[in-house]
Structure formats: structure tokens, C-alpha cells
């Protein structure tokens, strides 16, 4: 059962990032970001994301991060994908949802990798090719101790 989930997981990722390569009209983005993380433990981290606009109002992405848990000595490596409603401004909001799986590296017993969803607001600003991003999520995964929100703020490269 966990090796189908394990495959499913991974299509996802798949499909989602062969949509953002095949829409050439669209435009890209790559955002180098902090996240702080506020599950059972606060953790801080940082990752890249990949998006691409595929209609005027919509986005896939796909991210890669790390996030460190200092209390627990737990560190997570986030793979995730997401669909984007957004705003198509200078200012632009965005709501989302997603899944992820998540690597585990803890010393604490029963930690163990995972995978989960999660829901998203934010906003980008962008001028031109250049911005800045700020957004907020909430975590919900088969781990508990990850369940939680968290914060992310990054500058992004759009063409």
C-alpha cells in the first residue's frame, strides 16, 4: 500500500512539472525562499520554486527545500507541487493547494518520512523581470509533528 502511495506521490510531481514545461506562452519564475515552519517544534529552512502561469489565472509549481527542527535535531527535505488561482497584476495574490512528500532525517523515534497536502495564500509583486514573494501555509501530513503553519518570503526571477 505505502509503495502505490510512494507512486502516486511521485506522478504528481511528474505531471506537475510536465505542465510547467510544456506551456511555452506562459510565463516562468524561479523563487529563492526562507520558510519558518511552526509545527510541533518551529523549524526554519529555505527552498527554490519553479512556476509556471498556464492561463492568465491559473499556476502550477513545483518546490525543493529543507527545513531544520533544532529542538527535535530533525530535519525534513519538502518535494511538493501545488495548483495556483491568482490574480494576473503588478500586485498579484494567489490561493492554492498542494501535496508533498517529505523525507525525514530525526533522531526521534517514529519520525519518519511522509507525504500530506496543504493549502496556501499569498502575494507577488513583480516589476518587470524581478519581485518578491510572501505567502502562508497550513500543513496537514500523515507525521503529526509537522502539522502546523508556516511562513515563507523570497525574491523571484520571472521571464
Avoid at 489565472?57 to 501545488?82: H, I, M, N, Q
Avoid at 526521534?108 to 495564500?121: E, I, P, R, T
Amino acid at each position: 500500500m505505502e509503495d502505490a502511495m510512494m507512486r502516486v506521490r511521485l506522478l504528481l510531481l511528474t505531471v506537475a512539472t510536465a505542465l510547467m514545461a510544456g506551456s511555452a506562452l506562459a510565463d516562468t519564475s524561479v523563487t529563492a525562499y526562507a520558510t519558518y515552519w511552526d509545527g510541533d517544534d518551529s523549524g526554519r529552512g529555505a527552498g527554490l520554486r519553479l512556476r509556471k502561469t498556464v492561463r492568465a489565472f491559473a499556476a502550477v509549481e513545483g518546490r525543493a527545500g529543507y527545513a531544520e527542527f533544532t529542538d527535535s535535531d530533525t530535519k525534513v527535505y519538502p518535494l511538493e507541487a501545488s495548483i495556483i488561482g491568482r490574480l494576473p497584476f503588478m500586485i498579484s495574490p494567489y490561493a492554492g493547494v498542494g501535496l508533498g512528500y517529505y523525507p525525514v532525517d530525526s533522531k526521534v523515534a517514529g519520525l519518519d518520512n511522509c507525504s500530506g497536502g496543504f493549502v496556501q495564500l499569498g502575494v507577488e509583486a513583480t516589476f518587470v523581470w524581478v519581485g518578491a514573494m510572501a505567502e502562508i501555509r497550513y500543513y496537514d501530513m500523515e507525521e503529526d509533528y509537522f502539522d502546523g503553519t508556516s511562513a515563507c518570503v523570497g525574491l523571484l526571477l520571472k521571464w
